[in-house]
């Protein structure tokens, strides 16, 4: 009894210890400010799949001239993904459709990029996909910036 006790106890601590982790890894990733939810589909192909498949919901932050993204679902201190302003070329704009509504948020846009040859599809709120639009606008001079 006492064996069977102390395992639950273990069980429920590691628990709680893992979700404490959780939450301090996504509060040092937004301590420095300027962060969105943005769920990302990598390497798509020139047909795009509305099936829902592929999404990851994750969390991006400006710095500097470049988009860190995060998985939400990690313990990795860095980013999974990094995007460079100079990379990013906006290619298309549209809302989700089909059983993609059910794998994003309910007020996602989608916008297809390429970034250094790799398609891309970033979903983010409409308030954040402005924000997103003006920070790749706003490049220094002399960077190309294609924004669609």
């Known amino acids: 009894m006492f064996l069977a006790l102390l395992v639950s106890g ?3 601590a ?3 210890v893992g979700l404490f982790v959780f939450g301090l890894r996504r509060r ?3 301590r420095s400010g ?3 939810d943005c769920s990302l589909r990598w390497n798509i192909p020139e047909e795009p ?4 498949k592929g999404w990851v919901y994750g969390v991006a932050r400006y710095s ?3 988009i860190d993204w995060f998985r939400v679902f990690s313990y990795a201190p860095r ?3 990094v995007l460079e302003r100079s990379a990013i070329e906006v290619l298309s704009r ?10 994003l948020l309910s007020d996602a846009c989608i916008l297809g990029c390429a970034h250094r040859g790799t398609r891309l599809e970033l979903a983010m709120s409409e308030d954040a996909l402005t924000g997103f639009l003006a920070w790749l606008e706003a490049a220094p001079p002399g960077q190309r910036v294609n924004v669609a």
């Open 28 to 30: 040092l990733i937004q």
């Open 10 to 12: 273990s069980v429920v």
């Open 49 to 52: 799949d509305r099936s829902g």
């Open 94 to 103: 549209r809302v989700p459709e089909g059983e993609e509504e059910l794998a």
């Open 34 to 36: 300027g962060t969105f």
């Open 64 to 66: 500097g001239d470049r």
């Open 14 to 16: 590691l628990v709680l």
């Open 79 to 81: 980013p999974r993904r």
